[in-house]
């Protein structure tokens, strides 16, 4: 009887903790605060443009940027968050293809954040089509500034590659598939909002995904 109910005690106990690490873990889960898969337009992205050179569809199930011309170019979704602070982040899948195979110089394409067309100010993390990636942008709106110049990383694929900013503890990480390539303070502001896609010339880039989580 002795050995029946220490068995009962043991099951108990192991159960209570079982249920109290989960309760534990649900807390300590990101939340998706906005995410689309580009099946179709759910009225936050642009599917036109007067930008010459720029062509904006979603096209079989993805979200599709081309770009011929020179200098970059920015669409993001407003406001996001919904004033929301603390820890947060941005993700997306995408994946790019040069529009001229034959030509010498490489351009990049990704993830913007902080995008203000009043002042033509906004940051950006790209990757390049032969496996760099960098992080710059235009604080004032007119100059470019460097934050990380083009890098490899190991963590680059062929294919579709997942790009993902998070703002935490007042820093910015960059990850791609999971792996934190670089990290930085904000600058402007200490927000992720205004986030969208940047891209450079003579690339089609195609976003399988983008979703704005809430860290814990």
């Known amino acids: 009887m002795k050995k029946h109910m220490m068995i009962a005690v043991v099951l108990l106990l192991t159960c209570s903790n079982f249920i109290s690490c989960k309760k534990e873990d649900v807390q300590q889960k990101e939340t998706i605060v906005y995410e689309t898969n580009f099946n179709s337009n759910d ?3 642009r599917s036109e443009t007067t930008e010459p050179g720029v062509t904006l569809q979603f096209k079989d199930g993805y979200y599709q940027i081309s770009k011929t011309t020179a200098g970059s170019y920015y669409v993001h979704a407003w406001e996001l968050f919904n004033n929301i602070t603390g820890n947060t982040a941005i993700e997306a899948s995408i994946a790019l293809t040069n529009i001229n195979a034959g030509t010498s110089t490489i ?17 950006a993390f790209r990757i390049f089509t032969n496996g760099k990636f960098h992080v710059g942008g235009w604080p004032d709106g007119n100059t470019y500034v460097s934050y990380k110049d083009a890098t490899v990383s190991n963590a680059i694929r062929n294919g579709f590659n997942v790009l993902r900013i998070e703002l935490r503890s007042g820093r910015l990480h960059f990850l791609i598939n999971g792996a934190e390539v670089y990290s930085m303070p904000p600058v402007n502001d200490a927000s992720l909002d205004r986030a969208g896609f940047s891209i450079g010339q003579n690339l089609i880039l195609r976003a399988d995904y983008f979703k704005a989580l809430r860290l814990p």
Request: no cysteine.
């Open 43 to 45: 009225g936050n992205w």
């Open 107 to 123: 351009y990049s394409a990704g993830l913007e954040w902080n995008g203000n067309e009043t002042t033509q100010s906004g940051f």
